[in-house]
């Protein structure tokens, strides 16, 4: 071997060496949060666990476990029952429902707290015509609280029942006609067949699916803290700010860890299961039942009903709310809010995207456990609430920073501040710890498309590992990794609790704008940075509407 070749081969092998460092180095970033949570709770004693337990404890417990409950319920029933009408029944208008029951994914469910609020409040619309209607005062009639634990429910729900419609829809085309059919065959109708084959063959995927909006009804923060509802999000945020007592903060944030770690191993169990809703691809599908009369009434209310209250009547109160605001989203201060949201935004995306290469290519490149631990390490973040990787980061980065500080005071006498905690940057990595698992999800999709044989034909040609990715791998992943992109852009756009406990001083951006706004009750006012944060979310939607049509 030539000298040339030597060379070439120890460059390529320190660069794989490299890239396997630097996807620990993440996935050790990922695990970071978990463990000063964990550390931090701990080092507290159990005097303030007692306190906790004698006045906050039972209460934030039951109302987290409730609003799980009422969400996993509702967004399973929508999720399902419409994913199940648009692909095995035909009535007027699916073709266009198939598109538009994915669009409320692009709400962040305090957006619609807010409009729904300010039509539905005392002295909202509705309240208001009916009193003007019946000659009614404040105190002759009834009418249901939207401040409230069922009205932040059913704000999740209209938001988050997406998530199951697009796991159900994807199981209910992958199956087989031929169970079906037999199911027909043997006396039974087509709803009892849905009940009887259907449903049952495709229970991993919707199980996955309600897991899923169930992560994210326990991370939520913006709507549980408008309506006042107390769970663990909301408490975190109170301890930590309200009360300064960041050891409560720390431990209230273990318990709300291990409930989302322990539905991270829940989900990830369905998600190796989720193979036995396909068992027969060969197999034709079954055919499309026609509803006729009533029953076609019935699915076009159905699926009409999630769209227009999850989508189409927000975005026309929003908008009337913010033509009648004073905000005036060309001034300098909401240009700020924009450029602030839009960098980091564009930062995170970067970073995680990028994050997610080396994991995931780190994870084909050497296989094994490390490597598959790595992976699973990297993904757990989407479990974790962002006020849990909020306060995971700044316990130990605010250490390191006071004792940093102190040394350089007492060595150059030279004061450093908070060069970390205080920074932008801090929060980009809680960001990507958030989002990682999206982006690895939308990675490995793609991935799946680059055959291993495409991988040793490169080594043949004197590509090493490096070469390979950057040559064969990034070309063919372009539009998965677009996709990733967008949807880290999006979702770091709406994600409120960790942007709220982290973000540097004087650096607001259009979520915290909306909640400021909304939190002093100026509704119309915040209506108008909430329609930017959806302007901002349809994008990755539409593309998933494309795929959707597709299939």
Avoid at 160 to 175: I, S
Avoid at 422 to 448: D, T
């Amino acid at each position: 071997m030539s000298n040339a070749d030597t060379s070439l081969t120890k460059t390529t092998r320190d660069g794989a060496r490299a890239l396997s460092w630097i996807a620990l180095f993440i996935a050790c970033l990922c695990a970071l949060p978990m463990i000063a949570v964990l550390v931090a709770a701990l080092s507290g004693g159990t005097q303030t666990v007692q306190l906790l337990a004698e006045t906050v404890l039972g209460g934030y417990a039951r109302t987290t476990l409730t609003l799980v409950v009422l969400v996993a319920c509702g967004t399973f029933a929508i999720g399902v029952g419409a994913a199940w009408l648009v692909t095995m029944t035909r009535f007027p208008g699916v073709r266009f429902f198939e598109i538009a029951l994915v669009l409320p994914l692009a709400f962040p469910a305090y957006v619609l707290a807010y409009a729904y609020t300010h039509i539905l409040d005392h002295p909202g619309v509705v309240q208001t015509t009916l009193r003007s209607v019946t000659g009614w005062g404040p105190r002759d009639y009834w009418f249901p609280e939207i401040r409230s634990l069922g009205g932040a429910a059913v704000m999740l729900v209209l938001v988050l029942y997406p998530y199951v419609y697009l796991l159900a829809r994807a199981a209910f085309l992958q199956q087989s006609g031929t169970t079906f059919l037999a199911a027909r065959a043997l006396g039974s109708s087509p709803w009892a067949a849905f009940f009887k084959v259907s449903l049952p063959l495709a229970r991993p995927a919707i199980a996955g699916g309600v897991l899923l909006t169930v992560m994210e009804t326990v991370a939520d923060f913006g709507t549980v803290a408008y309506f006042g509802v107390q769970t663990f999000a909301t408490g975190i945020y109170t301890s930590w700010f309200s009360l300064f007592d960041r050891v409560g903060a720390a431990q209230l944030a273990l318990c709300l860890l291990s409930f989302a770690l322990l539905l991270a191993m829940l989900e990830r169990l369905q998600r190796g299961d989720a193979k036995y809703h396909d068992p027969a691809r060969q197999s034709k599908a079954a055919p499309a039942i026609p509803l006729r009369k009533w029953q076609a009434v019935a699915a076009v209310l159905l699926c009409g009903i999630p769209v227009l209250f999850g989508a189409l009547l927000p975005i026309v109160v929003l908008f009337s709310m913010g033509l009648g605001s004073e905000q005036n989203l060309l001034s300098a201060r909401y240009l700020g809010f924009i450029q602030n949201s839009a960098t980091l935004a564009s930062v995170a995306a970067v970073v995680t995207v990028l994050a997610a290469i080396c994991v995931g290519y780190f994870q084909r490149m050497q296989g094994g456990r490390l490597a598959q631990s790595a992976t699973y390490v990297a993904r757990l973040g989407y479990a974790v609430p962002g006020g849990v990787i909020a306060v995971g980061l700044l316990v130990p980065f605010a250490a390191f920073d006071n004792a940093l500080d102190a040394w350089m005071r007492s060595t150059f006498d030279i004061s450093t501040g908070l060069l970390i905690t205080g920074s932008i940057w801090l929060l980009v990595i809680a960001y990507m710890v958030r989002f990682l698992a999206a982006a690895l999800g939308a990675y490995e999709g793609g991935q799946a498309m680059v055959h291993v044989n495409m991988d040793s034909a490169s080594r043949s040609l004197g590509q090493g590992p490096l070469g390979t990715l950057r040559r064969v791998h990034l070309p063919i992943l372009a539009p998965s990794l677009l996709t990733a992109l967008l949807i880290v852009f999006v979702d770091v756009m709406k994600e409120l609790p960790a942007t709220l406990i982290m973000r540097p001083f004087n650096f607001d951006t259009l979520a915290v704008q909306a909640y400021r706004l909304a939190s002093d009750e100026r509704l119309e006012g915040a209506a108008v940075p909430s329609l930017v944060i959806v302007a901002m979310g349809l994008l990755p939607v539409i593309l998933i509407c494309r795929q959707v049509g597709r299939r």
